[in-house]
């Protein structure tokens, strides 16, 4: 049913620096899209039925830019390394065992479900190199009612040879073969260009992944400027590249005309940010994980003033949870370090801003997407806060940000994605 009524405490998003509340408000869902929020039923839809959830807050849904399904088991471990030494000591070896159908299945169903429970509406995921496997992740996410794109991961050189796809030739037939049965099977989970990063794909891949998207005009993600060996390491393995950014750009795998998203950015200079804004390129931003890995901190408020695009993401497992919630406040505690010890030139996030990354900056990526207004695709959650205590009562505002804070998923009481309640 996608004619509806819900009422609460309703909060959203008018710019990345000022939120609205409506207490005792109501959003009207007709014909599966949001028609605003109302302080009482407007005229021409009483007749809809309604869900009166009462004074519990409700905000949109919240996307993920960036994660890794297969990661999803070695959440927690390995916190005390850097990228490179992280990724061959945990993750190749556990992305290794997705060749594997029945680990395969254990593994995705583990994280398809995690996922459903979390904040996450909707989510940009990486798989690994194994096309089989993809797709049965993108059956798992189909089943959820999330909205998700799911790339079969590519990568051809500087990787353990049990992980290492045979030549850019064979990289490029199994993920063609694995567009053209994905692309057009599932209603809410699509293929996505992947990339991994600069160092694990050669050139004559790079080229062809590029003409597959000029044939097939699906999205890419990757990876970005995170760490300073990763980009050294890019440097001399593109040494005709200006930049790391120019070095997809070379081969059409930055953006322009369609989208792209390049996790982390923590590094990026002025040349690759003014490439970014160029391209339209989003960055999703991963606060937990580039603590964890030691890469640094993206100074984001910045890359906001410069009119970037930025979103939001878990980055799981270098970042140890699911939870956009977490990644909220992880975003501005990392930007309030940042400006205290690093560059006070470069002001740190407020709670509007980092509520607006996870919403309308990551949701823009998926279209009209990530506040509540007229004619956009609804999404929403809804939060019991009532087990926070506090001596006397509290605006809407600060009460959401006292369960951002303070709250984890099990304060979610409802999740509605392309106006469908999952839970």
């Not at 109302?38 to 309604?50: C, D, K, N, Q, T």
């Not at 790339?151 to 050189?157: A, E, I, L, P």
Request: glycine share 8%; with cysteine; hydrophobic share 40%.
């Amino acid at each position: 049913m996608k004619d509806f009524i819900i009422m609460g405490c309703v909060i959203d998003s008018l710019s990345p620096q000022k939120l609205r509340s409506v207490e005792k408000g109501c959003i009207v869902v007709s014909q599966g899209l949001c028609r605003g929020v109302f302080r009482e039923i407007p005229s021409g839809f009483e007749a809809l039925p309604v869900t009166d959830f009462g004074e519990k807050l409700i905000i949109p849904g919240m996307c993920d830019l960036h994660l890794h399904a297969p990661q999803f088991a070695l959440r927690g471990l390995g916190m005390d390394m850097e990228l490179l030494d992280w990724l061959n000591t945990y993750i190749f070896p556990e992305e290794a065992k997705l060749q594997d159908p029945d680990y395969a299945k254990r593994s995705y169903g583990g994280f398809a479900e995690a996922l459903r429970r979390s904040p996450t509406t909707r989510a940009l995921v990486f798989a690994t190199i194994h096309p089989q496997a993809t797709t049965l992740l993108m059956e798992l996410l189909e089943a959820t009612g999330l909205i998700c794109f799911v790339g079969k991961v590519n990568m051809d050189r500087n990787c353990p040879e049990y992980l290492r796809e045979q030549s850019p030739e064979a990289s490029l037939r199994a993920t063609e073969q694995w567009l053209l049965e994905t692309r057009e099977r599932f209603s809410r989970t699509k293929p996505i260009l992947t990339p991994r990063f600069i160092p694990s794909c050669s050139d004559a891949l790079l080229q062809g992944l590029g003409e597959l998207q000029r044939k097939y005009h699906v999205p890419v993600q990757s990876h970005l400027s995170e760490n300073y060996g990763e980009i050294a390491w890019v440097r001399e393995l593109s040494p005709a590249a200006a930049f790391y950014a120019d070095a997809y750009d070379r081969f059409g795998l930055l953006g322009g005309d369609y989208n792209c998203v390049m996790a982390h950015c923590v590094h990026s200079g002025e040349e690759e940010l003014e490439r970014l804004r160029q391209r339209g390129v989003y960055i999703a931003h991963s606060p937990e994980s580039n603590m964890n890995l030691a890469s640094g901190v993206a100074p984001v408020s910045r890359y906001l003033d410069l009119g970037l695009r930025v979103g939001l993401a878990t980055d799981v497992a270098a970042g140890s949870h699911l939870s956009m919630l977490r990644a909220i406040s992880h975003a501005i505690q990392v930007s309030k370090l940042r400006w205290r010890l690093l560059d006070p030139s470069v002001p740190p996030l407020s709670f509007p801003q980092a509520f607006w990354l996870a919403t309308l900056g990551s949701g823009s990526f998926f279209g009209r997407v990530g506040a509540f207004r007229e004619g956009w695709e609804f999404d929403a959650l809804v939060l019991d806060d009532s087990n926070l205590f506090h001596p006397q009562p509290l605006d809407p505002l600060s009460r959401l940000e006292r369960a951002v804070y303070l709250g984890d998923d099990g304060n979610i009481v409802a999740k509605y994605v392309n106006a469908e309640r999952l839970f």
